[in-house]
């Protein structure tokens, strides 16, 4: 069975200092991973996706993420934060041939001045 | 180009009561795929629609039932409701034929509330 790991509930970073988020998957084939942000009271927009190929991957806002297979790892990483980019960020595995998404537990993101 | 829209966008009901929540999917996509995500969690799959029949579910009761129009848009049902079932609950749309290829794109979901 698929399940996602994101061993840490809250990340406080200044405002222009680099972040790394981690998410770590559990999956017997390869995975499809997802990176999810989600601002209070709204639904969840995605910032970016790893199917094959290259395994570091650009998303939207200036995030990227690198798929490393043998830590079973997909990490999210911003080299500048910005006080906007505070929030939920949940990292999610999906399955070929379905589109049913296992989630993690999320990350909140506190940025503080 | 409307997104993925739902409604209600806050519900209340009492325990034992019936709801239902209503979603519309992207202006293109055929499935819809519904999410429950209760407080401090991640959301957690409940089942898809696909040509009007459920294609997928997750390790739901019953109690959750759901439906698809021939215009794409769906109903998530939930009958003799309990406390736990209090969460927002989240509609994505996609691409049917895609798989996982096709990015599932996130309603703001509802607010279900249960005294």
């Known amino acids: 069975a698929q399940s996602v790991t994101q061993p840490d509930i809250h990340i406080t970073v200044s405002e222009g200092a680099s972040l790394e988020l981690r998410c770590n998957y559990s999956?017997?084939?390869?995975?499809?991973l997802f990176w999810y942000v989600q601002s209070p009271g709204q639904g969840l927009q995605l910032l970016l996706k790893?199917?094959?190929?290259?395994?570091l991957v650009q998303g939207i806002k200036g995030f990227e993420a690198e798929f490393k297979r043998s830590q079973s790892s997909f990490n999210l990483r911003k080299p500048s934060v910005h006080w906007s980019d505070a929030a939920e960020y949940f990292c999610?595995?999906?399955?070929?041939?379905?589109?049913?998404?296992?989630f993690g537990t999320g990350t909140r993101l506190l940025v503080s001045p | 180009d409307a997104g993925v829209t739902q409604s209600p966008t806050h519900l209340i009901k009492t325990r034992g009561q019936q709801v239902t929540l209503r979603c519309s999917p992207k202006?293109?996509?055929?499935?819809v795929s519904w999410y429950q995500q209760a407080l401090g969690q991640g959301p957690q799959f409940i089942f898809q629609?696909?040509?009007?029949?459920?294609?997928q579910r997750g390790n739901f009761p019953d109690r959750f039932s759901g439906h698809q129009f021939p215009n794409y848009s769906s109903e998530l049902n939930v009958n003799a409701l309990l406390l736990g079932d209090s969460a927002l609950y989240l509609c994505?749309?996609?691409?049917?034929?895609?798989?996982?290829?096709?990015?599932?794109?996130f309603g703001d979901g509802t607010r279900l509330s249960i005294l």
């Open positions: 202006s293109g996509h055929d499935t």
């Open positions: 999956y017997g084939a390869t995975p499809y």
């Open positions: 994505a749309s996609s691409l049917g034929r895609g798989g996982i290829n096709q990015p599932q794109h």
């Open positions: 629609y696909y040509e009007e029949e459920e294609r």
């Open positions: 999610a595995v999906g399955a070929f041939g379905f589109q049913k998404l296992v």
């Open positions: 790893y199917f094959s190929g290259d395994t």
